[in-house]
């Protein structure tokens, strides 16, 4: 068993074979997680993965069909429920939080026979784009541990690149699966807003935030995808679409879609490998028989301080529920309430987090409204008819998912601004609602991993995964 | 009150008062707005709780269909439309008995708008305006006392928090505390009658906090808006707009200015409190609720929620006059509650004579019930026995005066008039040659009256029935006297 290279399949099939059971699969891979270096994991108790191996071990010996997912280790990020284990989002203000419920995503995971195997380290309250915002500690690039694996969801997909994880789930608000799964080499996708239930996310910013499979293939990507989606009732915002058979759709051919090229992607800033790798990329799509065109998505510029106004914005509100009064930390001998308030959460909340609730407080603030956060809702419209403009003419939008490979720890801790630029071409997406995958697609000189993006209408995640599954077999391994 | 003679009629009169309610009315779903738990009053503290009301991370609100429809319900009742497009916005703040730190409310697409309260006023009939009925969730309850930290420490139960909330605001059209108080005597019976709240201000199921301003009489721009919060009677809303308005004159008398603030009211001195400034007031920072859609009540649902609008109060009142020939008065008593105006109706309809139910009702019940301080939720007849009272006159089974004999008994003892029928069961006296014997001892024991009579002198036939009724003990037939008695005197 060399579960570096274990798919949901592979792990599946393997089971049902008996060339390794579940419960052996959970041992190693939780030593290995005991031994990792990148510190992907933050909480990972064995009792849960090894009750559901168990389970699933006793189905294999019966000899009949495995569910869908069966046996496959699964690291969450810890902003996303599970109940009974540690959750801490990444903050010391729920150091000791643990939920009474599973998010609505990690319960559909193990109905389908996925193994929990524990809680991914990632920044606070899934900000950041490093991972260096986390309460308890960074963590590293398996592919350069002096680099950051990007973030916010670095744990999840530092542990499916380090092979501690076959399958991970991570958030993304700005860009926190695709980024750090470019900047470890992995599939990170993000669906479009409303196809996966946020029940049990813990909320950045509720009219950004997804959850997404971050994994070793697109078809991976599918098949955690297929049981992940759909209609929630605890979830007002997630739509009653019908989810398609994703791994059917994957097999279709691509000859004659189209596919655009912004031209905005490949402006100032972008890294000279980041553009050569993406615009092979771009060229193996074309050679696979789809048409590629030059398209504008003229509104890109604003996007980040958009972004920002929004985020924050929703932030402040998101995160004023950890007072200190109910659950999570609180200051010790407060005198009085406005001192209790403010000690827990300034004690409570890191660097980061204080910043953009400071920001999101002032956006909302009267006076400040309609300047603000009124304008930045404009500008979102604007941006999402860029969108709708584009998918008149394509089917599809390929372009880098982050201007640079991944950075070294510390390069950017001190300077918010470059580090809010990280997300410069993955914010767009959260702010259409599209959705969008990074893949793979090749290395800079010092073997740093890059990814594409693929972009395509919202809901349509079958042309998303039938691209990236199509382009991922014809690049072939590096 | 405390200070009613503080300032001079004279000096008042130069000002006119401006005054704006807002009355939250709690809806009476089975579930809170935006979870599944409980509203039950009276829950042991945090036991209809669940992770979307305790604002656990990652919970979100799911709107709650019959909140919705019961205050559309209250909303068409009060006149207003209702908007096809409303949406749901966080009202920002930290208080330890609100989870998420923000209230669910709604801001500027509130779920109805331009309704009317019609109220009478010194001056005759009047129209307040309703500005807007939009939907919210409330807080939880910090409780103070009784447990064992409460020395050091406040306890919460949330069992309140989420509970569906229908805010309704007026237009700055009330002009005196006893226009506060009709406009509030007013809105609660129409919701009453929608059914939509049970109103009940001691469990806080109607909560009032009022604006008041002063201006001098004439004056176009308003003065300094006072909110009055922390009243919890119709009574004391009306003491403490007649207090603020008296302090707000006195201030602009004596050449101060009324500072814009809100204030406490204080019953037992019957004063007002200053809380808190404008400087130090709450900036809210509303936004729209991303983890909620629109709610889009579309004409279809709105027809639907139309169809279980009850008859209002003032139709009902004006219908119960026309209908019954009662006075408007009684009218408004027996439309006091839309169960009792049913209660009403139904006895009146069984009824063999419907009008004879009203009479009763009018000539019988009320006096009965005014004199000893009763409200007619407290009459020990109930409508069903009025209607039998009634029947049973109608009948001639029993004489007025054995109705009253009966109404008066049924108040003695508490009874309801069917309990003391059966068992005093005052049987007439039906029997002709009976009353033949009673007529004929009366005539015998007053010859001088035969004769008068037999003179011409008809009238003294009233002497001769009053006699065989008290030798009956009024149990005589008045009908079958009247004709023996006409038989026996004419010889
Ligand atoms: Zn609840």
Known sequence: MDPTVLTVESTRVAIQEKQFSATALVEALHARIERDDTHAWLTHPPERALAQAAAIDKLADKGGPLPPLAGVPIGIKDVILTRGLRTTAGSKVLQHFF????????ARLEAAGAIVMGKTNCDEFAMGSSNENSAYGVVK????????????????????????????????????????????????????????????????????????????????????????AGHDPLDSTCANVPVPDYAAEIGK????????????????????????????????????????????LPHTKYAIPTYYVLATAEASSNLARYDGVRYGFRIKDAKTLTEMYRRTRDEGFGYEVKRRIMLGTYVLSAGYYDAYYLKAQRVRTLLSRDFDAAFAKVDAIVTPTTPTAAFKLGEKAENPLAMYLADIYTVTGNLAGVPAIAVPCGKTKTGLPIGLQIFARRFDEPTLLRLGHAYEHARGAF | M???????????????PVIGLEVHVQLLTASKIFCGCSTSFGAPPNSNVCPVCLGLPGALPVLNRKAVEFAALAALALGCQVRETSSFARKNYFYPDLPKGYQISQYDQPLAEHGAIEITSGEGRKKVGITRLHLEEDAGKSLHDGFAESATSTCLDLNRAGTPLAEIVSEPEISSPDEAFEYLTRLKEIILFTGVSDCNMEEGSLRCDANVSVRRKGAKEFG????????????????????????????????????????????????????????????????????????????????????????????????????????????????????????????????????????????????????????????????????????????????????????????????????????????????????????????????????????????????????????????????????????????
């Open chain 2, 2 to 16: 405390a200070t009613a003679t503080r300032i001079p009629p004279e000096v008042l009169a130069r000002y006119e």
């Open chain 1, 99 to 106: 939920p009474p419920y599973d998010a609505t995503a990690v």
């Open chain 1, 141 to 228: 690039n398996p592919h350069d541990k002096a680099r950051v694996p990007g973030g916010s969801s670095g744990g999840s997909a530092a542990a499916v690149a380090n092979g501690t994880a076959v399958a991970a789930l991570g958030s993304d608000t700005g860009g926190s699966i695709r980024q750090p799964a470019a900047f470890c080499g992995i599939v990170g996708l993000m669906p479009s807003y409303g196809r996966v239930s946020r029940y049990g996310l813990i909320a950045f910013a509720s009219s950004l935030d997804r959850i997404g499979p971050m994994t070793r293939s697109v078809k991976d990507a599918a098949l955690i995808l297929q049981h992940i």
């Open chain 2, 224 to 491: 300094a808006k006072v909110e009055v919060k922390n009243v919890n009677s119709f009574r004391f809303i009306r003491e403490a707009l007649a207090y603020e308005i008296e302090r707000q004159v006195e201030a602009l008398e004596s050449g101060e200015k009324v500072v814009q603030e809100t204030r406490l009211y204080h019953a037992a001195e019957g004063k007002t409190f200053s809380m808190r400034s404008k400087e130090q007031a709450h900036d809210y920072r509303y936004f729209p609720d991303p983890d909620l859609q629109p709610l889009v009540v579309d004409a279809a649902w709105q027809a639907e929620i139309r169809k279980q609008l009850p008859e209002l109060p003032e139709a009902l009142r004006a219908r119960l006059v026309a209908q019954y020939g009662i006075t408007e008065y009684d009218a408004g008593v027996l439309s006091a509650s839309r169960s009792l105006a049913q209660q009403f109706e139904a006895a009146a309809r069984s009824a063999k004579n419907p009008k004879r139910v009203a009479n009763l009702v009018q000539s019988e019940l009320m006096g009965r019930l005014k004199a000893r301080d009763l409200s007619i939720e407290q009459s020990p007849i109930t409508m069903r026995g009025v209607a039998m009272s009634a029947d049973l006159a109608e009948a001639g089974t029993i004489s007025s005066k054995m109705l009253k004999d009966l109404y008066d008994h049924a108040f003695a003892t508490g009874e309801d008039f069917a309990a003391v029928y059966e068992r005093e069961k005052p049987q007439q006296l039906s029997d002709a040659s009976a009353i033949e014997k009673v007529i004929e001892d009366v005539m015998a024991a007053n010859p001088q009256q035969v004769e008068q009579y037999r003179a011409g002198k008809t009238t003294v036939k009233a002497f001769f029935v009053g006699q065989v009724m008290k030798a009956t003990k009024g149990q005589a037939n008045p009908a079958m006297v009247n004709e023996l008695l006409d038989k026996k005197l004419a010889g």
């Open chain 1, 253 to 296: 051919p691509v000859k004659g879609l189209k596919v655009g090229v912004p031209k905005e992607y490949f402006a100032e800033g972008l890294d000279d490998d980041v553009r050569a790798s993406v615009e092979a990329a771009t060229e193996k799509i074309h050679q696979l028989g789809c048409e590629v065109v030059p398209i504008s």
